[in-house]
Each structure stands twice: as C-alpha cells, then as structure tokens.
C-alpha cells in the first residue's frame, strides 16, 4: 500500500528523462528533415516530427527484451515519464503561443488523441512497409500536397534505421539522455 501511495504522490521525475526528451527534441529540430526530407518548417510539422522520435524512443524502450525483469518497471516508468514530459512541453507551448487557459485543455487532449494515433500507426507500420508510408503520409506530410515520394521513403528508410539503431543501444544508455541519433542524411 505504501509503494502505490508513493507512486501516485510522487512528483519526482526518473533521472535522464529531461536529457533524453531534449535530446530527441534537438534530433527532431535537425534542419535536414525540414529541407531534404520536405517536412513541413510549421508548428504541426515540427509536432509530428517530435512525435515520431518519442515513438522511437518508447518502441525501444517498452520493447526491451534485454532487460532484467526487475528493471521492466522502471523502464516503463521512464516511458510514461518521458510521454509526461512531452505533454508538459505541449501544455507550455500552447501557452506561450497564447492560448486561454479555457482552451488549453482542448488542445492537449487533440494532441494527446494525435500522438496515440501516431504510436499505433507507426508501430503498425515497423512490420509493413506501405502502412509505415500511408501512416508518414498521412500524419507527417499530411498538410502537404502530393509531391515527391522520394522524401517519404527516405523518411521510412530513416526511422528503420533509427529503430536498429536503437535497438543496439542499451537501455541504460538511452535513460541516461547519453544515446546519439547521427546524422539523419547519411545513407539517404
């Protein structure tokens, strides 16, 4: 009883979380993918490509098949801590931008219905190319009208190789915020 008490009152966050969230936020902000890979340079654009690394980031982290069991519930409490933290940036970014608080509320829970949709679309699409394309086209360049497909497929090319990437990159590494993502150019 004591240990549920402390979970649900506990305010602190696992260490690494904020270093972690940064790190994708600063991979996500790498002009490449705003002028190579033609994502759009827009408040939604830059949102879906901060999505689409804090899935990245949870698909390895909740798929760990290398952890003890014992770390299983601290990894999955980073996991929610890192999904916290990006919610926290959402709530503090709509702020800024000068939303009434009456209307933050409203806008969250888009975004939250937003990046819930992305995690199942993406997940989806690791195992089958087309959905993986239909899910990056629809979400990512869906405010864009029909062009290139060359961009769509270096961007799919780009994530399995950041989901290997990943996956060859400890745990431990990653909850530290310690894991580098490269350069997204190389190999396109």
Known sequence: MVSLLKKWFS???PEGVDETY??????ARNPFFYTDLAVPDTLDGRF????????????RLLGARDAHADDREAIEAFARSLSECFFNDMDRTVREMGVADTGVGKRIKR????YHGRLQAYEAGLS???????????????TVPEGEVSVLYGMSAYMRRQVEALAATPVATIMRGAYGWGIPAAGL
């Open 111 to 114: 975004m939250g219905k937003a």
């Open 11 to 13: 305010s602190s966050t």
């Open 128 to 142: 089958d190319k087309e959905a993986l394309h239909a899910a990056l086209s629809r979400n990512l360049y869906g």
């Open 48 to 59: 879906e490509m901060v999505v689409l690394h804090l899935f990245l980031v949870q698909h």
């Open 22 to 27: 940064i790190a994708l936020v600063q991979q």
